[in-house]
C-alpha cells in the first residue's frame, strides 16, 4: 500500500462548481498535512496546511480526519484558474529526519 | 520572497554522459532537497541535506550522488546518465522552524537519449 494515495483524476468540472479530493495515508503515526498545488509544467506551491480542526482559506477548506486517515480538499465556486494539479502531502518522523511524502497528485479541469 | 533556482530548465544528454544539476537558495535555508517527478509516480525523494558538506539517502539514491559544499548550493549528480533517468528534477529548500514548507525550484527537465 503506498504511504500517501490520491485519485489521479482528471476531474473535469464546469465553472462555479464544487469539487472536493480526497487522500488517505497509510502511516498513523504522521504528524503533518498540506496541500500543495502544481500548474502544468511549474513546481509545486503550498497551498495551505490542514489542521485537525479543519481551515479554510477563502474559497479553499481543509479537512483532517485522524480515525480514518484521511485529509480532504474542498474547492467553492471553481474558477478557471484552479485548474491545476493538486498534491497531497504528509509528514512523519523517520530516523530522527522529518519525511516529507508526496502523493501523486489529483489533476483538476475546470471547464468554461 | 524565497528563491530556488535551478542551472537549467531543459537539458538532453547522451547515454553514459556525466550530469550535474545545479540548485541555489538565496535564504539562507539549512535543509536542502532533490526530487524526481515521473507521471503516475508523483515526486520520490533522491537525496537530501541537512547542512554543508552532510548528505542523506532519500528513497530513490541509486545512480545519483550529491554534493554541498555551500549552504545555498546543492548539486545532483548523475555518474552515468542512463534513459531511465529521464524525468523532471525538482530541487526544494526550507529552515527548521518551517520544516514541513518546502520550497522548490522551477525544475529541469532532463532526457537522456
Known amino acids: 500500500r503506498k504511504e500517501v494515495e490520491q485519485d489521479p483524476g482528471p476531474f473535469n468540472v464546469p465553472e462555479g462548481a464544487t469539487v472536493a479530493f480526497n487522500c488517505t495515508y497509510s502511516n498513523s503515526a504522521s504528524q503533518s498535512f498540506f496541500w500543495y498545488r502544481q500548474d502544468c509544467r511549474k513546481e509545486p506551491k503550498l497551498l495551505m496546511s490542514?489542521?485537525?480542526s479543519g481551515n479554510e482559506d477563502g474559497r479553499f477548506t481543509a479537512q483532517l480526519n485522524r480515525a480514518s486517515q484521511y485529509i480532504s480538499l474542498l474547492i467553492r465556486d471553481s474558477k478557471l484558474s484552479d485548474s491545476a494539479t493538486y498534491l497531497c502531502v504528509v509528514t512523519s518522523n523517520s530516523g530522527g529526519y522529518q519525511k516529507v511524502t508526496f502523493g501523486i497528485g489529483t489533476k483538476l479541469q475546470v471547464i468554461p | 520572497d524565497v528563491k530556488v533556482t535551478q542551472s537549467s530548465r531543459y537539458l538532453v544528454k547522451r547515454t553514459g554522459e556525466k550530469v550535474f544539476l545545479e540548485c541555489v537558495q538565496d535564504?539562507?535555508?539549512?535543509?536542502m532537497f532533490w526530487y524526481r517527478q515521473d507521471p503516475g509516480l508523483g515526486l520520490r525523494l533522491i537525496y537530501f541535506s541537512y547542512d554543508v558538506k552532510m548528505k542523506e539517502k532519500g528513497d530513490i539514491p541509486e545512480g545519483y550522488s550529491v554534493s554541498r559544499e555551500k549552504k545555498e548550493r546543492f548539486s545532483l549528480i548523475l555518474e552515468s546518465a542512463s534513459t531511465n533517468q529521464t524525468s523532471m528534477y525538482l530541487c526544494?529548500?526550507?529552515?527548521?522552524?518551517?520544516?514541513?514548507?518546502?520550497?522548490f525550484g522551477p525544475g529541469t527537465r532532463l532526457l537522456v537519449l
Open positions: 490542514v489542521y485537525s
Open positions: 526544494a529548500s526550507n529552515y527548521p522552524p518551517e520544516a514541513e514548507t518546502q520550497y
Open positions: 535564504m539562507d535555508h539549512e535543509n
